[in-house]
């Protein structure tokens, strides 16, 4: 059982627009920041936001990441089948003193 | 370019220790803190520990504590994890991962491929 909540999976068609949530408490999402990653098999995981909303130089525009009291968001537009893969919410849990992920959510591109 | 590999993986039986490196290079590693995550055969990431820059901060998921140590070596860019008491459920490819500052409370932004634990009798 993670203590960031995430959907096993959504899945939307080529072009389209998705969501990704994860859902902490105050002490891990409400007082810190939300950091999202991408998980392809067999590869190391690839930063695609951080502090919440930033994009690392490489990552392109159509990532997007938010945050909303305890709970924060993955945005993908423009949807490719290269975006298939299974993404990870993260942050540092203040009250467990140790870095926390969701359980993953994967993605298909139909 | 920020390169970490990790090495030390291979099969153990229950009970018995491995020691993980990491070697670092194209930072400069004593400015960062560094993580060690894990993922199980067809399971999620699961964070195991970090170490701040000058070692000073420590932390352990309590899956870990009291079996694993996670140290460094700065003058030798490396990064380490010290796995005693082995059990089957510790089998997972194992992750080195820079943090982004030198507060281990930050998050991961560079990470190596990863080398496999497999805990099996």
């Known amino acids: 059982q993670s203590v960031l909540t995430q959907p096993p999976s959504v899945s939307a068609a080529p072009g389209q627009k998705v969501t990704i949530s994860c859902s902490g408490s105050?002490?891990?999402?409400?007082?810190?920041?939300v950091s999202w990653y991408q998980k392809l098999p067999g590869t190391a995981p690839k930063l695609l936001i951080y502090?919440?909303?930033k994009r690392p130089s490489g990552i392109p525009d159509r990532f997007s990441g938010s945050k909303s009291g305890t709970s924060a968001t993955l945005g993908i537009t423009g949807l490719q089948t290269g975006d298939e893969a299974d993404y990870y919410c993260?942050?540092?849990?203040?009250?467990?003193?140790?870095?926390?992920f969701g359980g993953g959510t994967k993605l298909t591109v139909l | 370019e920020v390169q970490l590999v990790e090495s030390g993986g291979g099969l153990v039986k229950p009970g018995g220790s491995l020691r993980l490196s990491c070697a670092a290079s194209?930072?400069?590693?004593?400015?960062?803190?560094m993580s060690w995550v894990r993922q199980a055969p067809g399971k999620g990431l699961e964070w195991v520990s970090s170490?701040?820059?000058?070692?000073?901060?420590?932390y352990y998921a309590d899956s870990v504590k009291g079996r694993f140590t996670i140290s460094r070596d700065n003058a030798k860019n490396s990064l380490y994890l010290q796995m005693n008491s082995l059990r089957a459920e510790d089998t997972a490819v194992y992750y080195c991962?820079?943090?982004?500052?030198?507060?281990?409370?930050?998050?991961?932004?560079?990470w190596g491929q990863g080398t496999l634990v497999t805990v099996s009798s």
């Open positions: 991962a820079r943090i982004s500052s030198s507060y281990p409370w930050s998050h991961p932004d560079y």
């Open positions: 194209g930072f400069t590693f004593n400015s960062y803190s």
């Open positions: 170490i701040s820059s000058s070692s000073t901060y420590i």
């Open positions: 105050t002490s891990n999402i409400g007082n810190n920041y």
């Open positions: 502090d919440n909303n």
């Open positions: 993260g942050t540092w849990d203040s009250t467990l003193s140790a870095g926390v």
